[in-house]
T-cell receptor, first 118, second 113 residues
């Protein structure tokens, strides 16, 4: 079964600094997708970035980039120039592939809390 | 382009009642997935609907059911509510091709008293 591990329960970073949030995954399937979401206290799950297992380049979306190391099965999120509004829970997730093709089931890590200090 | 819309945002129900939650996906998206989030269990997959058919199902009792309409809007129903059903229910919208982004709604916070 697919598994996502986020070992950092919480992190603190100074405003304007870069921060890396760790995520490792476990799957035996060659085709999968990796996601990062941000969840502020309001509860909304905000999509940040997506990386497909066959994508040759690391995904980037504005201040967010995904450091995808396939051999190490890691998909770390890098946030550059942190802002106070980045304070939230962050979840790493993997789309679980199926032999039938076309599954949208996501398996989530436990999440980690990022606090950005002024 | 409108995002994923979940209604209602908040609900308070009594044990034994039933509840129906609604999710309208992004236009053009044919897959809607539902998740339950609790402090103890984290985010757990309930089920996925694609083209009006349930394509995947998580490990939840039969009290949890859903359906999808021809316009891709989905509803989730929980019957005979228990205190443990108190949670944030999130739906995700995607194209349904097993690749690409998946976007979530704001969630429905259900409290069972």
């Amino acid at each position: 079964a697919q598994k996502i591990t986020q070992t950092q329960p919480g992190m603190f970073v100074q405003e304007k600094e870069a921060v890396t949030l760790d995520c490792t995954y476990d799957t035996s399937d060659p085709s999968y997708g990796l996601f990062w979401y941000k969840q502020p206290s309001s509860g909304e799950m905000i999509f940040l970035i997506y990386q497909g297992s066959y994508d040759q380049q690391n995904a980037t979306e504005g201040r967010y980039s995904l450091n995808f190391q396939k051999a190490r099965k890691s998909a770390n999120l890098v946030i550059s120039a942190s802002q106070l509004g980045d304070s939230a829970m962050y979840f790493c997730a993997m789309r679980e592939p199926t032999t039938q093709g076309g599954s949208e089931k996501l398996v989530f890590g436990k999440g980690m809390k990022l606090t950005v200090n002024p | 382009k409108a995002g994923v819309t979940q209604t209602p945002r908040y609900l308070i129900k009594t044990r034994g009642q039933q509840v129906t939650l609604s999710c309208s996906p992004i236009s053009g998206h044919r897959s809607v997935s539902w998740y339950q989030q609790t402090p103890g269990q984290g985010l757990q997959f309930l089920f996925e609907y694609f083209s009006e058919t349930q394509r995947n199902k998580g490990n939840f009792p039969g009290r949890f059911s859903g359906r999808q309409f021809s316009n891709s809007r989905s509803e989730m129903n929980v019957s005979t509510l228990e205190l443990g059903d108190s949670a944030l229910y999130l739906c995700a919208s995607s194209l349904g091709q097993g690749s690409g982004e998946a976007f979530f709604g704001q969630g429905t916070r259900l409290t069972v008293v």
